[in-house]
């Protein structure tokens, strides 16, 4: 796809135990661990009314993700027919954004600290939403 | 800021009646319209298997929105405090991705209508996700 194209900055960065994409579990429910937000020092006045209890929308950049892939076997599971990855949660798909809806359980002068997200160590963050 | 950055490219764009920012509905209860997704021709693969009845969270880029604003009078009422956006659902904000869950109500072949859209006429589309 060329035509027009859009510049997404991080506004922060995931810092997780979980280091690697292969050990990431598919879904939140499945024992992901605790995780940091750790905010760009520029993204820091926007940060500045989340509190402890909040349940936000984690926008993330999936940047280990493969942008060309269009079909998928869904949960990578071969003995079902594939799909496109429109109507799947892959994470290889045209514009590799992750939705992460998660509640806040610590906040301090650099970051937040969440509950259950499956996004490995490094991932860059774009956006947090209140869950509406 | 600065430091890395990544590229999304539009996998479609809205048709939509509303086609002023001014006009648009803030939330989408407010008697949003229907609007179709025509999609980008090289992203018809991934969206083969989309059905009416889908719920489905469509992820926009707000193309008219401003970037560098990082705190707003939520719902613009100036009576009330200012918020840092990542507590709002102000379309300016630093990477302007719209997150709009919808339900799809046709199927053609070069795109699909969804429901109660609050999103303007033009406003490029990154990505679609089934509603968990």
Redesign the interface.
Known sequence: ???????????GWISSVLTDRSAAPRQPEENAPAARVVF?P??L??????RVG?D??L?T?L?QSRRDV??VHPRGDTSRPQ???????SPD???P?G?HTVTITEVSADGITVRHLEAIDGT?V?????V?
């Not at 774009?126 to 209140?130: A, C, E, F, G, R």
Request: proline content about 13%; hydrophobic content about 45%; glycine content about 2%.
């Open positions: 796809m060329t035509d027009p194209c859009y510049e997404v900055r991080p506004i760009h520029a993204a006045p926007a940060a500045a009314d989340l909040d936000v929308v926008l950049w940047h269009l079909s799909q496109g990855v429109f109507s799947t949660r798909r045209p514009n954004i939705l860059p774009l956006d947090i939403k209140p509406r």
